[in-house]
């Protein structure tokens, strides 16, 4: 099957999130340094670098 098949083919929808609770999910979750981001936060900021990936997620 060619790319273009391929890719026209793929199913797409409206994203649900109903039932979806990020207290329950991600509970837990601690700001260690108290400055206003937890853990879950701080990491999910470094995930989404693609750049300077040594440097402090608080600059």
């Known amino acids: 099957m060619p790319l273009s ?18 207290e329950q999910s991600f509970g837990g979750w601690i700001d ?6 937890s853990t879950r936060g701080r990491l999910a900021r470094r995930g989404r670098r693609t750049t300077d990936r040594d440097r402090p997620v608080h600059p």
Do not use: K, P, Q, S
């Open 5 to 22: 098949e391929a890719v026209g083919a793929i199913l797409v929808t409206a994203e649900d999130c109903t039932g979806y609770d990020d």
């Open 32 to 37: 260690a340094d108290r400055d206003g981001c």
